[in-house]
């Protein structure tokens, strides 16, 4: 059982790049999350889905965008990267309600950007 | 928006001792979450707290459920060279219980 996947798990892009940060997960869990990390910061919601073909913006999606065509992946795509942009970046996965204690999270490792 | 603060930022201490971190926020939580990360991986959650006054335990940790229901507590007894790693509280996001916040994280160093 993987779990939460993520793909790469480091990066280095220049300034203006685009890429997709990858993310699958093999529970079959409707709830899907991107978070950034940065440090002293926590982490701060990017986006989140409930379901394959629903989205919707969290806390901080400006310069993101992402897709959910199947329940499995929840790829996070960045189109004109900036030095801002450098962070740590988790996927998550939630069975349900993501406040349960029988519902918690299930990150991955996480994906380390640096834009320089 | 809704802001958790965690205090101590970080702390060292000294294998077996105790330790009690705090998170709190401006407004009202009906349910606190207590996760951990491990260095170079993700927060698994370790304990829920869903009423005032709750007082739950996992092992060697306990939490607490504020009585203002502002603010949580954790505490670690006797601590072990594994507890290192960043703590955090969350909790729900007003009008939507399919998202969590995050607190700001309590870094833990445990010196052998």
């Known amino acids: 059982n993987a779990g939460v996947t993520q793909t790469p798990k480091f990066r280095i892009l220049k300034i203006g790049q685009s890429m997709t940060l990858q993310c699958t997960q093999d529970?079959?869990?409707?709830?899907m999350y991107w978070y950034r990390q940065d440090p002293g910061m926590g982490l701060k919601l990017i986006y989140y889905?409930?379901?394959?073909?629903?989205?919707d913006k969290g806390e901080v999606p400006n310069g993101y965008n992402v897709s959910r065509s199947t329940t499995e992946d929840f790829p996070l795509r960045l189109e004109l990267a900036a030095p801002s942009q450098t962070s740590v970046y988790f996927c998550a996965s939630s069975l349900g309600l993501s406040s349960s204690y029988n519902s918690p999270l299930h990150f991955g490792n996480g994906t380390r950007l640096t834009v320089t | 928006g809704q802001q958790l603060n965690q205090s101590p930022q970080s702390m060292f201490i000294q294998e077996g001792e105790d330790v009690s971190m705090n998170c709190t926020s401006s407004?009202?939580?009906?349910?606190w979450l207590w996760y951990k990360q491990d260095p170079g991986e993700g927060p698994v959650l370790l304990i829920a707290?869903?009423?005032?006054?709750e007082l739950t335990s996992n092992g060697r940790l306990t939490a607490q459920f504020g009585i203002t229901r502002k603010d949580s507590f954790l505490n670690i007894s006797a601590s072990i060279p594994s507890d290192v790693g960043i703590y955090f509280c969350?909790?729900?996001?007003?009008?939507?219980?399919?998202?969590?916040?995050f607190g700001t994280g309590t870094k833990l160093q445990v010196i052998p």
């Open positions: 969350a909790g729900p996001v007003s009008g939507g219980y399919q998202k969590v916040t």
């Open positions: 707290l869903y009423k005032a006054g």
């Open positions: 889905s409930v379901g394959a073909g629903i989205t």
């Open positions: 529970m079959n869990h409707n709830y």
């Open positions: 407004s009202i939580f009906n349910t």
